[in-house]
Nanobody
């Protein structure tokens, strides 16, 4: 079974940057595609970014494209989300997820989830 733990969240001013990390365990981790989702209070969980199991393909929500970058280091069992030019509307709990299926933009397509890390962007 794959287990995921996020870190790197915090409070940052608008225009600033943060890098989130997702540490994973499980012998089959490298064969899973990985995604980042976020959920603000009163809102549904939404897709942010995803990366294929070998890192060859990446996907981004329109709201973050050009500002966020997803990457992975399979040797370290870690997935990253570099967030630049942060905006107040980026404030949310960010979740790392893994799927053995094809990459989708819906949370229902992911089998494994971390507990989330809070990102707060002040104006």
């Amino acid at each position: 079974q794959v287990q995921l733990v996020e870190s790197g969240g915090g409070l940052v001013q608008a225009g600033g940057s943060l890098r989130l990390s997702c540490a994973a365990s499980g012998r089959t981790f490298s064969s899973y595609a990985k995604g980042w989702f976020r959920q603000a209070p009163g809102k549904e969980r939404e897709f942010v970014a995803a990366i294929s199991w070998n890192g060859g393909r990446t996907y981004y929500a329109d709201s973050v494209k050009g500002r966020f970058t997803i990457s992975r280091d399979n040797a370290r069992n870690t997935v990253y989300l570099q967030m630049n030019s942060l905006k107040p509307e980026d404030t949310a709990v960010y979740y790392c997820a893994a799927t053995a299926m094809l990459i989708t933009y819906t949370p229902q397509g992911y089998q494994y989830w971390g507990q989330g890390t809070q990102v707060t962007v002040s104006s």
